[in-house]
């Protein structure tokens, strides 16, 4: 270096062509990374391709990498997250909307998985909106915490909604630049060189960052974070859920992934990110059951529905905690008055004996009816298969399953309280196709998600 410096400027010259002479110094001694980051940051993409990086819940060609850019399609509403959480940290990173009005975020401290009936993850959202303007949202940087996140906004209106100082940002198309600064549940947003937005004593504070689709093609660029200590151990309840190895079982734009035939087309669309049945049967044909191209053992099934008809009232038998149908002096069956607007399952190993049922009944779903009724099978199989408590959400309301198959013992939980646990399923096969039910009445299916556990 002292020799580069002390030399003349002719002599510099004929040793190199000037701009040559600049990229090899530049190179040769890291001028370019001395200039363009500060110490201690690391790439969040490697301009190339998404390792680093999981596709939660969108298509395989949703996010892709080109040309040291990451680009969405904004299609099927969902997120494209890291594989690791972080706590402490500063990210930056550029983003623009290739069309106008469109919508995006950032996340931090978000869930591995999407929350029940939403598209969009648990976690802090700092806003990426283009154009758009009302009482209650802006186009400059809001933050917010979503789907049972907490945060305390600076500059707030009278709700947990963080709402900018100073509008920053520039329309579509031009690049913007987020500087998102998190330290022990504190949140800043400098947009383009200026904070503008805080929070506080948001929850969670440890979790994935996750970029969010949400409609609009839009492109991100020179994401970088670095990462700042951490003075003590958290609570637990401040850190987000973790990536337990779940998969996608649906794209959020078609049916790939199931057996589609032309009755499957008919009825079975994909809407987003909601996948529904229209609930309507012509003249002579079956119900079109959609089944997965894959077979499956052991594993653990993560699926949220919800009724879309309007309930009518309607008269229910009544079923005993030990799966037998209640009956008067007279033997005959009691019943009683319920809001029904369907009845639907989930198939598990490919036969319609091992169906998890979703249905109105006053016992609730998560059921084997199959088993329940088979009077072949023991008292203690038909006990076990009766929901020990109805979890059910109103009708309309969307409901999340997590269903367990090991073996041949079944665990179903709904709505956060288990319904069925470790009941055995005799003679059930011990590998078989995943299906969702149609029975004649409209539904609609979100969040499918798989672990293998074999």
């Known amino acids: 270096m002292k020799l580069l410096i002390s030399t003349k400027r002719g002599e510099i010259q004929r040793m190199f062509p000037p701009m040559k002479m600049i990229l090899h110094a530049l190179v040769l001694f890291g001028f370019v990374a001395s200039l363009t980051a500060e110490d201690g940051f690391v790439p969040l993409f490697n301009g190339k391709d998404l390792t680093g990086w999981t596709n939660v819940n969108c298509a395989s060609n949703t996010w892709t990498a080109t040309n040291g850019l990451i680009y969405c399609t904004g299609a099927p509403i969902g997120e494209l997250r890291t594989t690791r959480m972080y706590q402490n940290f500063i990210l930056e990173a550029e983003w623009r909307h290739l069309k106008p009005k469109g919508n995006a975020g950032i996340f931090v401290w978000a869930d591995a998985l999407t929350a029940p009936g939403q598209p969009f993850i648990r976690g802090i959202e700092v806003q990426i909106l283009d154009g758009r303007e009302s009482d209650w949202y802006t186009s400059d940087g809001d933050i917010f915490p979503i789907h049972g996140a907490k945060m305390i906004p600076v500059n707030g209106r009278g709700g947990d909604r963080a709402y900018p100082t100073e509008k920053r940002s520039k329309p579509s198309p031009e690049w913007n630049h987020y500087r998102i600064e998190c330290v022990d549940g504190a949140i800043s947003l400098a947009v383009n060189g200026k904070v503008v937005t805080q929070g506080h004593s948001a929850s969670p504070r440890k979790g994935y960052i996750c970029l969010e689709s949400e409609g609009s093609p839009i492109e991100f660029r020179n994401l970088r974070i670095k990462e700042l200590p951490v003075k003590e151990a958290i609570a637990p309840e ?13 794209t959020g734009i078609d049916l790939s992934g199931w057996q589609v035939t032309p009755e499957i087309q008919k ?14 049967r012509s003249e002579g044909e079956e119900d079109p059951h959609l089944w997965s191209e894959e077979e499956y053992g052991d594993f653990i099934l993560v699926a949220d529905w919800r009724w879309v008809n309007k309930p009518t009232t309607n008269d229910f038998p009544i ?18 008055k319920a809001p029904s607007a369907g009845d639907s399952g989930i198939y598990l190993r490919g036969n319609d004996k091992s169906q998890v049922n979703i249905w109105c009944y006053p016992i609730g779903s998560g059921e084997v009816y199959g088993y329940r009724d088979d009077k072949e099978v023991s008292a203690e199989v038909r006990a076990a298969v009766t929901p020990r408590v109805k979890a059910d959400h109103p009708i309309g309301q969307w409901n999340r399953f997590i ?21 055995q399923l005799p003679g059930v096969p011990a590998k078989g196709r995943i299906a969702l039910q149609h029975h004649g009445a409209p539904i609609q299916f979100a969040n499918i998600f798989v672990r293998k556990l074999d």
């Open 403 to 423: 269903i367990t198959m090991r073996g041949d013992r079944l665990t179903v939980v709904l709505n956060g309280k288990t319904v069925i646990e470790n009941a």
């Open 267 to 280: 009825r079975w669309q994909a809407k987003d990110w909601i996948l529904e049945h229209d609930g309507k």
């Open 238 to 250: 401040h850190i987000a859920k973790p990536d337990e190895g779940f998969q996608s079982l649906y």
């Open 319 to 336: 079923i005993l905690p030990d799966g037998t149908i209640a009956r008067d002096a007279d033997g005959a069956i009691k019943k009683e």
